[in-house]
């Protein structure tokens, strides 16, 4: 396989986000997670969504990470105008389709991708390796007008406060010259901690801090540390007193995770 063929473009993409299939699956796929949202009650609530709507453009959103429930989170608070137009940077060794077809195991890598592909415009970022092409397809995104939503962090934190940031996110802010906002998620690990395969009835919160930039003269190595520091200034929603349907919610939630540990045993 040719590097031009393992590292898709920006059109390859797109194209992949257009596909009458990943088209038409995506509002059965994002249907079905509201509905799960509704029956298991789990949820979010938000602020500084204001600061989205005063940016005139693309942006990127860099967030902090401790649950596969993040991406979901934020892009359900978003309004639908700067949802539908934000792709999500996905880690290419957890989400990425399978270079070549050999097993079973092949198979279901790809169809992971092509869910996250249709629920949530994600695109495999490779984490592992060399980032700089991941990096130039998705400054080629942005300069094709999307929203990119990443996480600098590029590994889920297991204690909630969020780790280094990495420097291809300085390279991001430089190359694109486009607003960064720092969000922090709080409470997506209580909904869904890593590990767990059936969401929990909680609450989590969606904080949009200021749009930042790269100053004059500033290093883009900097600009991580900068960034998380802006991240770990939002302020975090105490989680809310369960009302009775979501006291109902939890003992269907410990019901369900209990057949699932025992089918797994």
Known sequence: MTDAQSHPTAEDIERTFDHPLVKGTRPIA?????????????????????????????FILAANHTSHADTQAILSVLPSRLRNRTCVAAAQDT????????????????????????AF?????????????????????????WNLL??????????????????GIGLLAKKTGVPVVPVRVTGS?????????????ETAHVAFGAP??????????????RLREAVLSLRTEPRPRPDRFRILARHVYRSVAQRISEFDS
């Open 150 to 167: 990443i996480y600098p962090e590029g590994t889920r934190s297991r204690t909630g406060i969020p780790g280094e940031f990495k420097p």
């Open 30 to 58: 994002q249907g079905g997670l509201m509905l799960l949202q509704w029956a298991l009650q789990f949820g979010w609530t938000c602020e500084g969504l204001g600061r989205l709507r005063a940016i005139d453009g693309p």
């Open 121 to 145: 415009r994600a695109f495999a970022f490779d984490r592992r390796g060399s980032p700089l092409r991941s990096l130039r397809t998705a400054i080629e995104l942005v300069d094709h007008g």
């Open 212 to 225: 930042l930039k790269l100053e004059d003269g500033e290093d883009t190595r900097e600009f991580p540390g």
């Open 95 to 118: 989400f990425g389709a399978a270079s070549e077809i050999h097993s079973l195991k092949d198979i279901q890598k790809t169809a992971v991708e092509f869910a996250v592909a249709s």
């Open 189 to 201: 690990n209580e909904i869904l901690p890593p590990g767990s395969t059936v969401p929990r009835p």
